[in-house]
Structure formats: structure tokens, C-alpha cells
């Protein structure tokens, strides 16, 4: 079974900065693009940042300037650093991964971590 478990996140005042990170763990073969989603309440689920295996990375332009997402191949981990936090930026946020298990999970699935609550304050 596979699974992404985020870590990070919580309260910090506007201008301030958080780290989210998310590993995913379990029978794994291969684990193409991670990235990260948010979601505000009363809003749709949105793209914030994704990264690829070779590294080829895509922003929200809300977020491009601002925010750096990375990923350790090695430790199947992804990061999202997030600079210059504005009061918009509060939501949830999500990880995300296309990840290929093995065995009888020897498919290219979609996962989902459980969500992190990021909150910034003016």
C-alpha cells in the first residue's frame, strides 16, 4: 500500500515563511510528478506547484516568485518552501503524487496525502 504523509505547515504572520514536506512510503516502484495543492474553504482544489522526476518544475502564478517546491528522489520526499506568506495563501495543502507500486499495486496511480493546514495571518 502506498502512502504520503505531509508534515510542516501551521501559523505564521504575513511576510513569514513555512516549509511543508511530504514522503511517500510503501511498495513503491516508480514515483513521477509530486506536487502540491491547496484548498481555501469555499474554493476549488488548485494546482500550487508540481515537480517532476528529472526535476522540470510548474507554478501557480500566484505563487511564482514566492514559493520553491524540490523533491529528494532518494528519500521519495517533495518540498514546498513558502516565502513572502500572504493572508491568501491560507488553506489547506494538499500532496499529491503519481506513484507506479509493485505487485499487485503495479500500476501508475494517483495519491494523496492527507492535508496540512497552513495559516497566515495579517
Known sequence: QVQLVESGGGLVQA????RVSCAASGSISSIYT???YR???GK???LVAEVTYGGTTNYAESVKGRFAISRDNAKNTVYLQ???LKPEDTAVYYCHAEIRGVGSASYRGSYWGQGTQVTVSS
Not at 511576510?15 to 513555512?18: A, D, I, V, W
Open 34 to 36: 509530486m506536487g502540491w
Open 82 to 84: 513558502m516565502n513572502n
Open 15 to 18: 511576510g513569514g515563511s513555512l
Open 39 to 41: 484548498q481555501a474553504p
Open 44 to 46: 476549488q482544489r488548485e
